[in-house]
């Protein structure tokens, strides 16, 4: 049950692009139509679950403060935090290289429609920001922390899919010149998120 | 080596911001303050200068496949720097930044520079290129800071600006600026006012 809170929480009260605004650069240049931007929302979806609770047990092994005794009891005042950043961002390039040769691998067709985002993934602020947020909360093991990587990503597969189909609309419609492009789009993420903001306070 | 264009195109017909959409998450989370939004816009900067410089430098050492591993890790070098300078010198600000001061790594301005820029130039250029684009960054933050601080909270940089009268003849602090979605609105209407002033940086969706 705690664990469907999580998800649910994830999805949409911490929603990674209206609540943080954290991969809005693909968000706002990929979504142009629904069909590639649900399989950019996949690609995401899919990174975050893998790439969360690795860096969960990186995290918790190797980095917090006196996360070292489980080798050596003298080390449990080593606190090598500051390493957090540069260790989260290789282990993430990383395992975006290692899902790219195991999905061409194993299923092309997969590899074939999520393509060229892979790569990109790696770079996207929403994939470091949510593995940031699990440090910063504190999780009790890895089933909650994979559940939040799960959440985060499906919110924000969600959220592309939804721009991607107003803009898709929004071609149709008359549009001030200056606003036309990007100038709309950042306009209509703004209300979605305000409409998102209802949700803010649920506790379930 | 042209100086001035390299610094001072970045902050209008080539802003990173408003006309090529890069770095937008980290510029809207921190923009409901003044205060967070000028530390922010500083380290961008400073991140964006030095990273284009030792890219460059390195440029003809980096085999091209792994270059992103590369960038990555010196651009996550600076950032860690500037946390660390951060936690022991601003720390209440670093905890309003909280995480986002970790993103600098993955903010788009400082990859797309390095790309676009950096493994293209010399040294001096890159840094300068990186200098102007930071302040382009910067200038866009602390505009929508500006407002929004202005209009939600009445104050700037903490010290009230509307003056009490305001309030008592019934003037009300606008809630809504505060909350982030804001941001995007604020941004969005920067960049209507700007397109619309110059007409040849609209787009044309319909085709």
């Given at each position: 049950?705690?664990?469907?809170?999580?998800?649910?929480?994830?999805?949409?009260?911490?929603?990674?692009?209206?609540?943080?605004?954290?991969?809005m650069?693909?968000?706002?240049?990929?979504?142009?139509?629904?069909?590639?931007s649900?399989?950019?929302?996949?690609?995401?979806?899919?990174?975050?679950?893998?790439?969360v609770?690795?860096?969960?047990?990186?995290?918790?092994?190797?980095?917090?403060?006196?996360?070292?005794?489980?080798?050596?009891?003298?080390?449990?005042?080593?606190?090598?935090?500051?390493?957090?950043?540069?260790?989260?961002?290789?282990?993430?390039?990383?395992?975006?290289?290692?899902?790219?040769?195991?999905?061409?691998?194993?299923?092309?067709?997969?590899?074939?429609?999520?393509?060229?985002?892979?790569?990109?993934?790696a770079?996207?602020?929403?994939?470091?920001?949510?593995?940031?947020?699990?440090?910063?909360?504190?999780?009790?093991?890895v089933?909650?922390?994979?559940?939040?990587?799960?959440?985060?990503?499906?919110?924000?597969?969600?959220?592309i899919?939804?721009?991607?189909?107003i803009?898709?609309?929004?071609?149709?419609?008359?549009?001030?010149?200056?606003?036309?492009?990007?100038?709309?789009?950042?306009?209509?993420?703004?209300?979605?998120?305000?409409?998102?903001?209802?949700?803010?306070?649920?506790?379930? | 080596?042209?100086?001035?264009?390299?610094?001072?195109?970045?902050?209008?017909?080539?802003?990173?911001?408003?006309?090529?959409?890069?770095?937008?998450c980290?510029?809207?989370?921190?923009?409901a303050?003044?205060k967070?939004?000028?530390?922010?816009?500083?380290?961008?900067?400073?991140?964006?200068?030095?990273?284009?410089?030792?890219?460059?430098?390195?440029?003809?050492?980096?085999?091209?496949r792994?270059?992103?591993?590369?960038?990555?890790?010196?651009?996550?070098t600076?950032?860690?720097?500037?946390?660390?300078?951060?936690?022991?010198f601003?720390?209440?600000?670093?905890?309003?930044?909280s995480?986002?001061v970790?993103?600098?790594?993955?903010?788009?301005?400082?990859?797309?520079?390095?790309?676009?820029?950096?493994?293209?130039?010399?040294?001096?250029?890159?840094?300068?290129?990186?200098?102007?684009?930071?302040?382009?960054?910067?200038?866009?933050?602390?505009?929508?800071?500006?407002?929004?601080?202005?209009?939600?909270?009445?104050?700037?940089?903490?010290?009230?600006?509307?003056?009490q009268?305001?309030?008592?003849?019934?003037?009300?602090?606008?809630?809504?600026?505060i909350?982030?979605p804001?941001?995007?609105?604020?941004?969005?209407?920067i960049?209507?006012?700007?397109?619309?002033r110059?007409?040849e940086?609209?787009?044309?969706?319909?085709?």
């Amino acid at each position: 049950m705690e664990y469907l809170n999580l998800f649910i929480k994830s999805v949409f009260v911490d929603n990674m692009i209206f609540a943080y605004f954290l991969g809005m650069c693909s968000y706002l240049a990929v979504s142009k139509t629904v069909k590639t931007s649900a399989g950019l929302g996949l690609a995401v979806t899919f990174v975050l679950v893998v790439t969360v609770p690795v860096n969960y047990l990186i995290n918790k092994y190797l980095l917090s403060p006196g996360a070292l005794a489980w080798i050596n009891p003298n080390w449990a005042s080593i606190d090598l935090s500051f390493l957090t950043y540069i260790l989260f961002i290789a282990i993430i390039a990383a395992i975006v290289q290692i899902l790219e040769m195991i999905i061409e691998t194993f299923t092309p067709s997969l590899y074939s429609a999520l393509g060229i985002f892979l790569p990109l993934i790696a770079v996207n602020c929403a994939i470091l920001g949510c593995s940031l947020f699990m440090q910063e909360r504190n999780f009790s093991n890895v089933g909650e922390a994979a559940v939040f990587g799960l959440g985060s990503g499906i919110g924000w597969l969600l959220a592309i899919v939804a721009i991607a189909a107003i803009r898709e609309k929004l071609r149709y419609s008359k549009i001030p010149k200056g606003l036309e492009g990007v100038g709309i789009s950042f306009i209509i993420t703004g209300l979605m998120g305000i409409a998102f903001m209802a949700f803010m306070g649920f506790k379930l | 080596m042209n100086v001035k264009k390299l610094l001072i195109e970045p902050l209008r017909k080539t802003n990173p911001v408003t006309v090529l959409v890069l770095g937008i998450c980290s510029c809207l989370a921190v923009t409901a303050k003044l205060k967070p939004a000028l530390v922010m816009g500083a380290s961008v900067t400073i991140v964006t200068a030095f990273s284009n410089l030792i890219i460059s430098l390195l440029r003809k050492g980096i085999p091209s496949r792994i270059r992103i591993i590369v960038q990555l890790v010196v651009v996550a070098t600076f950032v860690i720097l500037i946390d660390q300078f951060l936690k022991a010198f601003a720390y209440d600000v670093s905890k309003q930044l909280s995480v986002y001061v970790g993103l600098i790594i993955t903010n788009c301005i400082i990859m797309g520079r390095l790309e676009a820029f950096a493994l293209s130039h010399g040294p001096g250029e890159s840094f300068l290129d990186g200098l102007g684009n930071g302040l382009g960054y910067s200038l866009i933050l602390i505009i929508v800071a500006f407002f929004r601080e202005l209009l939600g909270s009445g104050t700037l940089l903490g010290y009230q600006v509307i003056p009490q009268s305001f309030y008592e003849a019934g003037y009300q602090n606008n809630g809504l600026m505060i909350l982030p979605p804001m941001a995007l609105i604020v941004v969005g209407i920067i960049i209507w006012i700007q397109r619309t002033r110059h007409p040849e940086m609209q787009e044309n969706d319909k085709k």
